[in-house]
């Protein structure tokens, strides 16, 4: 029995960052002025409509205090102080940062599994970490036919070039969304092909 992060999820080893309800973003908590010392707040966690738990901020000039609740707002467990960074934006004013608790790196998100840390110390990846450079070139091809206005798939039904868009601009988006869906097709077909191996 290994602890967090240990055994194989999905076929990819680490978990990812969206398996995790409970995600502070230190963005969101000076957007809403809720950095402001001595201002506290009850937050909710919640996944799919369902409320997981509640979580108590409090701010104080260099960091924020945190203490998790139960449903009903209860503070319970242990509380938990993240320590507050400040950068300078190029066109004024203050970009506020976490410093992980446990390993001091400057991030904008913790994740919360029995105490809240960076990604790397609860080593999380990405959900694109783990897709397949197939899927990934579909998820591409999608954007790009979003931008060229043909509607999403892999198939040429309408290659018309949009209205107002300069004719390079078509081009090299045209031949990008070309070169992904070969991209698509090859791994696919390599996929398929190892399939029939397995089936021999």
């Known amino acids: 029995m290994g602890g967090f992060g240990s055994g194989r999820r999905n076929q990819g080893g680490k978990a990812t960052t969206s398996e995790y309800p409970a995600v502070l973003d230190v963005r969101w908590l000076n957007r809403e002025g ?26 104080e000039d260099d960091r924020v ?15 938990q102080q993240v320590f507050l960074d400040w ?17 001091s790196r400057r ?5 919360g599994a029995g105490s809240f840390a960076c990604r790397h110390c609860h080593r999380l990846v990405y959900a694109s970490q783990r897709e397949k450079s197939h899927v990934r070139a579909l998820r591409k091809v999608d954007r790009l036919r979003d931008k060229l206005h ?3 798939g892999i198939l040429p039904l309408d290659r018309s070039r949009p209205k107002g868009m300069h004719r390079r601009t078509y081009a090299r988006l045209a031949a990008e969304q070309d070169g992904l869906v070969r991209q698509y097709l090859l791994g696919m077909n390599a996929r398929f092909e190892g ?6």
């Open 65 to 79: 205090r945190l203490r998790r609740g139960n449903l009903e707002g209860e503070r319970s467990g242990p509380e």
């Open 87 to 103: 950068s300078l934006c190029n066109l004024g004013g203050q970009r506020p940062w976490f410093r992980c608790p446990a390993c």
């Open 107 to 111: 991030v904008a998100l913790l994740y």
């Open 150 to 152: 043909w509607g999403p």
């Open 34 to 59: 809720l950095l402001v010392p001595s201002l506290s707040a009850h937050l909710r966690w919640s996944m799919r409509g369902e409320t997981l738990g509640t979580l108590w901020v409090c701010a």
């Open 195 to 200: 399939l029939e191996q397995c089936l021999d």
